[in-house]
């Protein structure tokens, strides 16, 4: 099933890196998404179907680990990649 919100490009887990990222900095949309859906208490396996378009019944295990991965980075990039990407702006 395909899911017409999923962005195009989106890996399974993120590329990670303690700065930021063309995966970031590409997928910025995302990451808004996932901690919206976390501030709405969302499951991983609904932020997987509804966000990357994987069905977390057909597979639960790849389905929470790339929400676990997407929404980690989402958090990092909240504390620590907008300093960076807002230093970049200036």
């Known amino acids: 099933?395909?899911?017409p919100q999923v962005e195009r490009g989106?890996?399974?887990?993120v590329p990670w890196s303690e700065s930021l990222t063309t995966y970031d900095r590409e997928h910025f949309t995302t990451y808004l998404r996932f901690l919206d859906a976390s501030a709405d208490n969302a499951s991983?396996?609904?932020?997987a179907q509804l966000i990357l378009g994987i069905d977390?019944?057909?597979e639960p295990v790849r389905a929470r680990k790339a929400a676990r991965s997407h929404l980690d980075r989402?958090?990092?990039m909240v504390t620590t990649g907008c300093k960076e990407l807002f230093s970049e702006r200036e």
């Open 74 to 76: 989402a958090n990092w």
């Open 56 to 58: 977390p019944a057909e």
């Open 44 to 47: 991983y396996e609904e932020m």
């Open 1 to 3: 099933m395909q899911y």
């Open 10 to 13: 989106l890996q399974e887990e």
